[in-house]
Every structure is written in structure tokens, then in C-alpha cells.
């Protein structure tokens, strides 16, 4: 293989040259099966062997049938880092968690989160090894996500609250999981609350603190108390 293509390949076939008696000649050759291709096509592979003076010998076929992901219900959480409330200024951790509750590796994953307004300097801060991070601003765009059959892949970010939010204003986030045998993408879940694929929200907390307030009293005719 040479930069994706042989050097024995041809517009009529793949030329091995001569062989010897009892030589033997082994072919290997990757393909990657389109997008769109639905789940349960049979793929039939068949090819033809020709040498000087023999006539074409059919071999085949080599079957292959296309199998959908099967990934889990994708789950989000959020926690303030450094423990505390989720005040202005504050910084905020999430975590995507994709599980693959299959027999088989999911290849293809991808990660897509637009990050409300509310939220900036967002940050990815950890990726799956072999994936590619894309991204941007406050979108979230991570490609190429490898999960392992019966594991599962992260993906963790951190962004900031805003200044001038008012105490009580809900932020509200919610990622998208791609693949492509999926025939839409997984919405995320927070664990945290009983309905199914519903958006992470947390609310920002006041931060004016009451804690240790104290009262004292004086007698303004210098008396004693």
C-alpha cells in the first residue's frame, strides 16, 4: 500500500506477477462501508482469479453483514468546580458520558453541544484517545469517538458563569450524540431527575452569604447594658 493505493492495482486488476510452484500469495485489502447504508445489508464480495492459459476462477463470496451501534442512553452532568454554589463567575464541569451497551465497538461517535449564552469561556478539558476535538466558541464539537463494546467514553468541558444574571435564572444545556448507523441523533440526560432525555439545568445562586450575621446594642446615655 502506498498512500492509500497498490502499486500492483490496475484499471484490469490486481497483477501479483509470477508465481513459483507451491509459492503462495496472500491479498489483503480495507474498505469503509458508506454512511448510509441500512442496518442488516448483506455485502457480498466476489472476485476472479486469471492466469496465463487457465481459465477465470470465480471465488466467493466473502459475506458481511452491516451492523447498527448499539449505544446506550447518553447521560450529562454538571458540578461546580471547587465545590460551592453555582454563583456568577463561578466555573462549571460537565460531563458527556456515552455508553455502548453492545457486543462490538461503535466507531464514528460524535459529540455536539451548542453552550447557552448564559455560560462562557468554554473549555474542552478531556477527549477520548484517538478522537478529534473541533470546537468553537460555545459550541462543543467533538469527532471520531471510538466506544468499546461495554464501556463507555467521556467527554468533559468547563465554561463560566456570566456576570449580571440574576439569582434563580435557570441555564439549561443538553447535548447531541451522532453516529451513523443511528437513524437520529441521542439527546443527553441528566440522571438527576426522573424524565427521560431531558436537559442538564442548573440555577444561579445568590451570592450574597447570611451566614454569622451578628447584633449588638449600645446605651447612647453612657450607661452600661
Do not use: H, W
Not at 487457465?54 to 447521560?75: C, D, F, K, M, N
Not at 467521556?154 to 437513524?183: K, W, Y
Request: net charge negative; charged share 10%.
Amino acid at each position: 500500500d502506498v498512500g492509500g493505493t497498490s502499486p500492483v492495482l490496475s484499471g484490469s486488476g490486481l497483477n501479483v506477477g509470477t508465481l513459483s510452484i507451491g509459492e503462495r500469495c496472500e491479498v489483503r485489502f480495507r474498505v469503509l462501508i458508506d454512511d448510509d447504508v441500512p442496518d442488516g445489508t448483506v455485502l457480498e464480495n466476489f472476485f476472479t482469479i486469471a492466469a496465463d492459459a487457465l481459465p477465470p476462477l470465480l471465488i466467493g463470496p466473502a459475506s458481511t453483514i452491516v451492523q447498527a451501534a448499539e449505544l446506550g442512553q447518553p447521560q450529562k452532568t454538571v458540578t461546580v468546580m471547587g465545590g460551592g454554589a453555582p454563583t456568577v463567575g463561578a466555573t462549571l464541569s460537565y460531563r458527556i458520558s456515552i455508553p455502548n451497551v453492545g457486543a462490538r465497538a461503535a466507531p464514528g461517535v460524535s459529540v455536539l453541544d451548542v453552550v447557552p449564552p448564559e455560560l462562557q469561556n468554554v473549555t474542552v478539558v478531556s477527549i477520548p484517545a484517538g478522537a478529534s476535538n473541533s470546537s468553537a466558541g460555545n459550541t462543543v464539537d467533538v469527532r471520531g469517538i471510538t466506544v468499546g463494546a461495554g464501556s463507555s467514553a467521556e467527554v468533559l468541558f468547563t465554561a463560566t458563569i456570566r456576570s449580571g444574571l440574576a439569582a434563580g435564572t435557570p441555564i439549561s444545556n443538553q447535548g447531541t450524540i451522532s453516529q451513523p448507523s443511528l437513524t437520529a441523533p441521542l439527546p443527553t440526560d441528566d440522571p438527576a431527575t426522573a424524565a427521560a432525555q431531558d436537559a442538564t439545568v442548573v440555577r444561579v445562586a445568590s451570592g450574597v452569604s447570611l451566614v454569622g450575621s451578628s447584633k449588638s446594642a449600645t446605651d447612647l446615655s453612657g450607661g452600661v447594658l
